[in-house]
């Protein structure tokens, strides 16, 4: 109720009239009345103040005589005779000492304590009586006896009167006052309100009159008309209201004639519209149709043209293996450079189609992003570091790494985009990143950035890239090959994983693919525990020494980089370094690495990891550059991965180079290993290097025989097949010298055990024979034996193992096998038997028991000289070929 009447002043202009007219009448009616009541009140209350006055007066001139003289009954009579007032309620006197003489007053008299005359109080209210007090004095006059004149003399107070005066009364017709007044005021506001009221309707008729029709037109009733007003204002407001009526409707009238044209016009385009649409899903059909049976011919041709090129690619690696001369081993080469680069094509036609098609489904599962993401960068490093390109891997060291998602089809995108790097620069750098861009609801959105330094697009190159059998231009193909499907597949890809993927290139200046992935973080993650060691990173380029200081960053706090490696020598000096960091471009391997080590160990004992590429870790030299001390300088491989640093931390904080198990169980034994072989000698170096052994490496036995002269050795490890002097041949020469090593124990290494085991107990000293391939665990143990050490009680995953290239195995095997049908061709069975014992010693590295099996025949038959020798070389060179092609060296 109160706020309707609020919205009615407030909001409503008659209620605001009324307010406008009414307030200044209410409030001059409430001002003259407060005013009346006030005045009347007033005079009531003057008048019974009056009347006690004089009637206090009167009793005091009249009583003095009485109280002098003590009369009672004479004052008595005088309060009585105040009872014909109405108003006085009583009359009291009290002689000079405030003692009551004679009292008509009901009740007890309330002086002296309540009007002492020291208040000179004249009256006072109490109850419903006000009370008066008058003082009753006498005048002494002193007479002479000599006829003078008589002495007027001082006034004394011989008592006082005290009169009450009944207010009831007062009270009453204050009462009365108050309400005439208020009864008058309140026939006076309805009044004015009335008349305010009828005023404001009068004036208010119009305008609500044109309200009315305001809201019926707005209802839709664009007939409605306003009525003429006698108001000149609102007459002409109202005629405009008429014409806008009128001209809203004629609008309407045209608006639904056009409304009903356009109505039409759209139901027959409709009607047009669902036939297109019918022949529009009958012409997608057809195309699906043919789109399915495109991806079906696609599939069934790629599997019918593959299996020719297997027999090409087959044929063509045996003759290579012929007797060939240079220009038949290059139309073979270029065979087999064309047969891979079909096969490539019809893989990428294959898995476009697969795409396209829509039958390829994620299997996501619980993956470490980091170690998906390194596997195809590493596996594709060697083909960069051919063409003298750095591949550097940059993670964020605040990345969560384990996350869920499809790593197979992770790789292949990495894959796919490394290789396009690669093709397409010819000098410079790759850098792959990995970042995160935010964690949002458990999820990572992961950002792979693959960078390169190659040729390069315009805008005009980039608007196609990402159409399949498109390039950047027709030079492209022709210049560095391939169909045009590497990027379309990417982002098909990363379209199917729920990402994206963007392109920033510019001409000669290199290119950057970013591809955003959204991926769900595994539960219960833990980094590393950081180190308190103190590292130096060394790396002279900018964006290698970056991504370097990030990796190391995950395994200590402590870090300092450097890009120029004086300033690291002077450090070394004046900071306290724990262990060193080193990477260098390939361009600077072959002239800085060993002046550098050199410089490094002249200045610090201190641990030194050094990077270097596969081809590098395969140079036999690099584990013994001359006149540096190798005690715990650890070479590892570039593309750098986790693991790399998982060993640089394991070493740091357990002594270890490998793995939370791996030991050192042979550190600063001294050994001379012999063996011819470049790749069981890279084996066996890497195995005891890992174990901790300062190693010098020979050839063969007469090297050996020489450095035994020269340096006291703490083992030996000797091949018994080498040419010239065999291992055997070469021990006994030692034992019978009287050099410093006449005395050190040895462990040959040879396939056939039973043949030498007889020969090498003849020769004196601590003598063992070890069969190839040999167990890892089992060779440091047995050298532990003849050290007289403890063996190794941690299993054999806790023994370094040696990180030997996959792809140097099988060159070496191919190499091997292709002497081996050529000394048979030429009837050397002396050599075939060496060639053969050598790839007996080397087969069970990779634990591939197939091949060691069939090659173990093959030494079986070559010392019996039996017929079927050329038979079981054919069956162990397409062992051989089965497995390379299992383990990706052949496409299939």
């Not at 009672?72 to 006085?88: F, K, N, P, Y």
């Not at 309407?252 to 649409?277: D, F, H, I, P």
Request: aromatic share 6%; proline share 3%; net charge negative.
């Amino acid at each position: 109720m109160t706020g309707r009447w609020l919205r009615f002043f407030a909001q409503t202009l008659r209620g605001r009239l009324l307010l406008l007219s009414a307030v200044p009448l209410i409030l001059l009616t409430a001002l003259l009345t407060v005013n009346t009541i006030i005045e009347e009140r007033a005079e009531l209350q003057s008048e019974y103040l009056d009347l006690g006055r004089t009637a206090a007066g009167y009793l005091a001139a009249t009583s003095d005589f009485a109280l002098y003289s003590g009369n009672e009954q004479l004052l008595d009579t005088l309060a009585t005779s105040m009872s014909v007032l109405a108003q006085i309620d009583g009359v009291a006197f009290l002689n000079a000492d405030r003692q009551v003489l004679v009292s008509t007053l009901r009740g007890q008299v309330p002086w002296p304590a309540l009007l002492p005359v020291s208040l000179g109080l004249e009256h006072r209210v109490i109850g419903h009586r006000l009370y008066f007090e008058r003082p009753v004095s006498t005048l002494s006059i002193e007479i002479e006896d000599y006829g003078e004149a008589p002495l007027e003399g001082a006034e004394a107070v011989t008592g006082w009167v005290i009169l009450a005066v009944d207010i009831s009364a007062m009270a009453a017709e204050q009462r009365d006052v108050l309400v005439r007044n208020g009864v008058t005021a309140a026939g006076l506001l309805i009044l004015v309100f009335f008349l305010s009221y009828s005023l404001g309707s009068g004036m208010l008729a119009p305008i609500t009159s044109l309200t009315a029709t305001v809201e019926d037109i707005q209802s839709g009733n664009l007939e409605a008309q306003a009525q003429a007003s006698g108001v000149e204002e609102l007459a002409a407001l109202g005629r405009g209201i008429n014409y806008m009526a009128k001209s809203i409707a004629d609008s309407q009238r045209g608006l639904e004639q056009r409304v009903s044209s356009a109505t039409a016009r759209l139901r027959m385009s409709l009607e047009n519209l669902q036939l297109k649409n019918l022949e529009l899903e009958v012409e997608h059909q057809k195309a699906k149709e043919a789109s399915r049976a495109k991806s079906d011919f696609l599939a069934r041709m790629s599997h019918e043209l593959r299996t020719p090129l297997n027999s090409i690619q087959g044929f063509v690696r045996l003759l290579e293996q012929s007797n060939l001369d240079s220009s038949e081993q290059q139309y073979c080469a270029i065979i087999e450079q064309a047969s891979e680069q079909l096969l490539q094509l019809i893989d990428d036609i294959l898995e476009h189609a697969r795409l396209q098609s829509g039958v390829m489904a994620l299997d996501v599962q619980p993956l470490d992003i980091v170690a998906c993401v390194e596997s195809p960068v590493r596996l594709q490093g060697p083909s960069a570091f051919e063409k003298n390109i750095e591949v550097i891997i940059d993670v964020d060291p605040e990345l969560p790494v384990l996350l869920y998602g499809d790593s197979l089809r992770l790789r292949q995108v990495v894959s796919n985009l490394v290789g396009n790097a690669i093709k397409f620069t010819e000098r410079g750098y790759i850098l792959v990143r990995l970042s995160s861009g935010g964690v949002v609801d458990n999820t990572v959105t992961l950002l792979i950035d693959v960078e390169d330094t190659g040729i390069g697009m315009s805008a005009a190159q980039q608007v196609n890239i990402f159409e399949a059998f498109t390039q950047a231009d027709t030079t492209i193909t022709r210049r560095f090959g391939g169909t045009g499907l590497g990027l379309p597949i990417v982002q098909d890809l990363v379209s199917l994983m729920g990402g994206n993927i963007e392109l920033c290139s510019e001409e000669s200046v290199g290119s950057r693919i970013r591809v955003s992935l959204p991926l769900a973080v595994q539960e219960g993650h833990r980094k590393l525990e950081r180190l308190p060691t103190t590292l130096a990173v060394f790396d002279p380029g900018i964006v290698s020494r970056q991504a370097l200081g990030h990796a190391v960053q995950r395994i200590t706090d402590d870090l300092r980089l450097y890009e120029d490696f004086e300033v690291l020598i002077n450090s070394l000096v004046m900071r306290d370094i724990e262990a060193i960091v080193i990477s260098l471009p390939i361009s600077e391997l072959e002239h800085s690495l060993a002046d550098m080590l050199a410089r490094l160990r002249q200045c610090t004992p201190v641990p030194i990891f050094v990077f270097l590429p596969l081809r590098g870790l395969r140079d036999n030299a690099v584990f013994n550059i001359q006149g540096v001390d190798s005690l715990d300088i650890t070479y590892l491989a570039k593309p750098w991965s986790s693991a790399e640093f998982y060993t640089v931390y394991n070493f740091l904080k357990h002594g270890s180079l490998v793995g939370s198990g791996a030991v050192r169980p042979l550190s600063g034994v001294k050994v001379l290993v012999a063996e011819d072989n470049d790749f069981s000698r890279l084996l066996l170096s890497t195995l005891l290097e890992k174990a901790g052994c300062e190693l010098e490496a020979v050839e063969d036995g007469a090297q050996a025989l020489v450095r035994s002269e020269q340096v006291a050795f703490d083992l030996l490890a000797f091949d018994v097949h080498m040419p010239e002097l065999n291992g055997i041949e070469a021990l006994a020469a030692i034992r019978a010298s009287d050099g410093c090593n006449a005395t050190t124990p040895a462990v040959m290494l040879t396939a056939d055990v039973l043949q030498h085991s007889e020969r090498l107990a003849s020769l004196s000293g601590r003598n063992e024979l070890m069969h190839k391939p040999f167990n890892n665990k089992r060779l440091i143990d047995l050298m532990l034996s003849l050290l007289n050490r403890k063996p190794s009680r941690v299993p054999m995953q806790g023994i370094a193992k040696p990180q030997i290239p996959q792809a140097k195995f099988f060159q070496e095997v191919d190499k091997l096998l292709a002497n081996a049908v050529e000394t048979y061709q030429n009837r050397d069975v002396v050599a075939l038997r060496e060639i053969i014992h050598q790839l007996l010693g080397i087969a069970g590295v990779f634990k591939l028991g197939e091949l060691e099996k069939q090659v173990q025949a093959l030494h079986t038959l070559v010392k019996e000289e039996d017929a079927w020798v050329g038979d079981a070389l054919q069956s162990i060179e397409e062992e051989f070929a089965r497995l390379k092609r299992e383990a990706g060296e052949e496409r299939v």
